[in-house]
């Protein structure tokens, strides 16, 4: 059995880790003692969640959501819409909907997580990250928040997570937001491929943000720092790395749902896009239109993978008027 972290080892990456320039140890559950004895990844996860300060916009509250300690936001009050981040490097519910939460709020009760395999929730030491698996922590975080049913907006990986949640549990979906969605096929991007071959440097996460984004004027130092330190925080690179390695046009196919249930869908669903986004191309969401009955579809032009960021007023706009 792999040796546990010994005491100087935690010590060191709390003090110096990436996530923080100053962190302080803390007491309870996920504090340095209780690390002692504990699985390997267990530990890095509750690293991750320890050097979290208190007033880190990242962190929400915690949750147990099928079994795993959920990061998560939740702000405002009425019809619960749940917010699903994509699958880039260093992405977090706050990083991909930061803009966005507090305008939706303003109309709904808005919910962010942290999906397993991503930013501070616990990523467990046996888990296999596949469709299945995203699908029953959505599942398992609305069963520990009682929500019976709740409209889904999906960012690009998130979108094709809430397509499968929609096809696989229709009654627990109530309207779907699809954003620079996957969950059909189609043939994988350079961007993508990079997207998901990220080795972590600043000059690697620049090049890649440069990608997402039409406006490069959004793409800062500060941003691509900010993600680079989410994504080498203990244990989430591995994490990472373990959910699409190349050869990746099959992963792109695995969060694909299947289309004829797709075509039978009766949610009503809006489906946006960037014209020019280099990451998941355009013919992705027209196909999502062509198979989804109760579909409208919105194409931004000047604008890539990031709608939500880019066009953030009229996005904002545009999903309160539909969910309304």
């Not at 303003?106 to 469709?131: K, M, N, Q, W």
């Not at 355009?282 to 709608?307: K, M, N, P, Q, Y």
Request: hydrophobic share 45%; net charge negative.
């Amino acid at each position: 059995m792999e040796p546990l972290l010994a005491e100087a080892d935690v010590w060191e990456i709390m003090v110096n880790g990436p996530s923080s320039i100053f962190v302080k140890r803390r007491s309870g559950r996920g504090g340095f003692h209780d690390h002692i004895g504990r699985d390997r990844q267990i530990v890095e996860s509750e690293l991750a969640m320890t050097t979290a300060q208190d007033d880190d916009p990242e962190v929400g509250g915690w949750i147990d959501a099928a079994g795993i300690k959920t990061n998560y936001h939740d702000v405002g009050a009425g019809k619960p819409v749940i917010l699903l981040h994509g699958s880039g490097p260093g992405v977090t519910a706050w990083a991909n909907w930061r803009l966005n939460i507090g305008p939706i709020s303003e109309h709904f009760r808005v919910i962010a997580p942290d999906l397993v395999g991503f930013g501070l929730t616990e990523r467990p030491s046996d888990i296999r990250y596949s469709l299945d698996t995203w699908v029953a922590h959505l599942n398992g975080l609305m069963d520990s928040l009682g929500l019976e049913k709740a409209s889904l907006v999906g960012n690009s990986f998130g979108g094709a997570l809430a397509l499968a949640t929609a096809v696989r549990s229709p009654e627990r979906v109530d309207r779907l937001v699809l954003m620079g969605s996957a969950g059909v096929s189609f043939e994988l991007t350079a961007g993508l491929d990079a997207v998901w071959g990220f080795e972590p440097s600043l000059e690697n996460m620049r090049r890649l943000l440069d990608l997402f984004a039409y406006d490069r004027s959004l793409v800062s130092d500060e941003l691509a720092e900010m993600r680079l330190r989410a994504a080498t925080l203990p244990g989430v690179q591995e994490a990472f790395a373990s959910m699409f390695p190349a050869p990746r046009q099959r992963w792109v196919d695995a969060l694909a749902s299947d289309e004829s249930k797709i075509s039978k869908l009766g949610h009503k669903t809006l489906i946006v896009h960037g014209r020019e986004d280099r990451v998941v191309p355009l013919a992705s969401s027209l196909r999502l239109f062509e198979l989804i009955d109760d579909s409208e579809l919105h194409v931004f032009g000047r604008c890539g993978h990031w709608t939500q960021i880019e066009h953030r007023d009229r996005f904002n706009t545009l999903v309160a008027d539909f969910l309304a």
